[in-house]
């Protein structure tokens, strides 16, 4: 069954809009070093989680220096802790083996330029840094899109045919972002086949503040077709 994450939370309400609409995780931006509409402190993503009902996932996106990215890990204390930096292969190893005896799970974001089709790593090529990324330790890859003007949240689609070979190629469970909405998820699970969806924009009534009627229409999408799928 396909997960559906809801990330970008600020606020207890909308933790409990997620979690009512069946979402199985939810993403709190923690001290993002790029400005970026969702950010929040890391004490601040400490009481959400905090607030996050059980049976909920949350997770902390980060970015920044190796410390600075543990030092939010032991403050928030998430379930998952998603690199959506610049990370480099030897810094991912180093965070999973730091973290491994907390049961923090490590997911690292892999951000692909909508424009030339590169990834934002060493090797370039999507394919290639997806196999390289999935031997670092990481529980999970997770494939967005960029743009000049954002690093995520960019509301812009991906060439999904690329993103389902990547998919194909790994062994660890693939997460899907870069311009979901209600209206094209259906077709992009089709093509990908991923082990969970992440949306941020696609929810939102305006930056930082989710829209229940969107949060639950694309919940339920992603449900629906599942069990018709079954």
Not at 5 to 29: H, N, T
Not at 71 to 85: C, F, K, M, S, Y
Not at 134 to 143: D, N, P, R
Not at 155 to 180: E, K, Q
Request: hydrophobic share 45%; proline share 6%; with cysteine.
């Amino acid at each position: 069954m396909t997960r559906v994450k809801i990330c970008g939370l600020m606020s207890p309400e909308d933790i409990r809009m997620c979690a009512d609409a069946g979402a199985d995780a939810v993403g709190f931006v923690t001290e993002y070093p790029v400005a970026v509409p969702w950010n929040i402190r890391r004490d601040r993503a400490r009481e959400l989680v905090a607030a996050t009902p059980p049976f909920l996932s949350t997770a902390a996106v980060v970015g920044g220096s190796v410390e600075t990215i543990l030092e939010i890990a032991d403050a928030v204390r998430p379930d998952v802790l998603q690199l959506h930096g610049d990370e480099t292969a030897q810094e991912i190893k180093r965070i999973c083996r730091a973290l491994e005896p907390t049961g923090i799970k490590v997911v690292k974001a892999l951000r692909i330029d909508v424009e030339s089709g590169r990834a934002g790593f060493d090797p370039a090529d999507p394919l290639e840094a997806a196999r390289m990324l999935a031997q670092t330790g990481i529980s999970g890859l997770a494939v967005d899109s960029k743009t000049a003007k954002r690093p995520a949240g960019t509301g812009v689609p991906l060439d999904w045919g690329v993103i389902g070979r990547m998919s194909a190629a790994i062994t660890i469970p693939l997460i899907l972002a870069g311009g979901l909405t209600a209206q094209n998820v259906t077709a992009a699970i089709e093509h990908v086949r991923p082990y969970g969806v992440d949306i941020i924009s696609g929810v939102e009534a305006k930056p930082g503040v989710k829209d229940r009627r969107r949060v639950a229409e694309f919940v339920n999408i992603v449900k629906r077709y599942e069990r018709a799928e079954r």
